[in-house]
């Protein structure tokens, strides 16, 4: 079967995969390392499965077209990954990760509010959103004033 991808996406995923090819290269050394089982989608993404705990962060852990990860594979993890490997190839390397370090920290490290996380795709990257507190509604202050 012939893969119905447009000449601007076929563009797109070599230009992604050349962006992100110093990073990739160093995550792909990293999981080889720890004895991941590597795959390489027909878009130039690696998937880097069976890695131990701790050789990834939080479920999984995408360095430039490189997913690092355990056992929390599947099509719309996947689909977040990628996301993440094309803010890495639009932003650059360096950038990316000291925005989204920066972003992390202000956000405290809390998915709902990292604007990266978000982008990718709360729900395909497995994120609970967060539940509104019930009777309590965001409302503009009013100032209280005391006279003296």
Same mark, same amino acid.
């Given at each position: 079967?012939?893969?119905?991808?447009?000449?601007?996406? $076929?563009?797109?995923?070599?230009?992604?995969?050349? @962006? =992100?090819?110093?990073?990739?290269? /160093?995550?792909?050394?990293?999981? +080889? &390392? &720890?004895?991941? #089982?590597?795959?390489?989608?027909?878009?130039?993404?690696?998937?880097?499965?069976?890695?131990?705990? *701790?050789?990834?962060?939080?479920?999984g852990?995408? /360095?430039? =077209?490189?997913? +690092?990860?355990?056992e +929390?594979?599947?099509?719309?993890? @996947? %689909?977040?990954?990628?996301? &993440?490997?094309?803010?890495?190839?639009?932003?650059?390397?360096?950038?990316f990760?000291? !925005?989204?370090?920066l972003?992390?920290?202000?956000?405290?490290? !809390?998915? &709902?509010? =990292? /604007?990266?996380e %978000?982008?990718?795709?709360?729900?395909?990257?497995g994120?609970? %959103?967060?539940? $509104? %507190?019930? *009777?309590? #509604?965001?409302?503009? @202050?009013?100032? #209280?004033?005391?006279?003296?």
């Amino acid at each position: 079967m012939r893969d119905r991808r447009s000449s601007a996406s $076929w563009a797109w995923i070599a230009v992604r995969a050349a @962006r =992100n090819l110093p990073a990739s290269t /160093v995550a792909l050394a990293w999981a +080889l &390392h &720890h004895g991941a #089982t590597v795959f390489v989608g027909d878009d130039l993404f690696v998937e880097c499965s069976g890695m131990p705990r *701790g050789t990834y962060g939080r479920g999984g852990t995408t /360095v430039g =077209n490189v997913w +690092l990860y355990g056992e +929390l594979g599947g099509e719309r993890r @996947r %689909r977040h990954e990628l996301r &993440h490997a094309d803010q890495y190839a639009l932003l650059g390397t360096l950038p990316f990760v000291a !925005l989204y370090g920066l972003n992390a920290l202000v956000t405290r490290n !809390l998915p &709902h509010r =990292n /604007v990266f996380e %978000r982008w990718a795709g709360l729900d395909d990257g497995g994120y609970p %959103r967060p539940a $509104w %507190r019930q *009777g309590r #509604t965001r409302t503009a @202050r009013t100032a #209280t004033s005391s006279s003296a």
